[in-house]
């Protein structure tokens, strides 16, 4: 059964720093091209940041590039992404998502997801 657990969301002013992981059980960890992806309300889903199987090649929305950074430990069987200088338009909630080794950008193309972890940025 595939399961995806993200943790390390929460409150955080403006400026400052969380680090979410996301651990991706039930099936070979290192096929699946993984994927950050992020929903405010009343807003449509925003693939947030994309890594490859082997995490040689990342891809990251305008909007994060320079402040997030994507990575994967396939040894873990673990995803993070690590968010420096959060601005209140990083308020969402945070979902990850993996595809069975095709690469994507789309968040409609991920075929497992996660429960989400809750992002908020206070200004």
């Known amino acids: 059964q595939v399961q995806l657990v993200e943790s390390g969301g929460g409150l955080v002013q403006a400026g400052g720093s969380l680090r979410l992981s996301c651990t991706d059980s039930?099936?070979?960890?290192?096929?699946?091209?993984l994927g950050w992806i992020r929903q405010a309300p009343g807003k449509e889903r925003e693939l947030v940041a994309a890594?490859?199987?082997?995490?040689?090649?990342?891809n990251y929305a305008d909007s994060v590039k320079g402040r997030f950074t994507i990575s994967r430990d396939n040894a873990k069987n673990t995803m993070y992404l690590q968010m420096n200088s959060l601005k209140p338009e990083d308020t969402a909630v945070y979902y990850c998502?993996?595809?069975?080794?095709?690469?994507?950008?789309?968040?409609?193309?991920?075929?497992?997801w996660g429960q989400g972890t809750q992002v908020t940025v206070s200004s």
């Open positions: 998502a993996d595809r069975n080794w095709v690469y994507t950008t789309t968040p409609d193309e991920y075929q497992y």
């Open positions: 039930g099936r070979t960890f290192s096929n699946n091209a």
């Open positions: 890594i490859s199987r082997t995490g040689r090649v990342a």
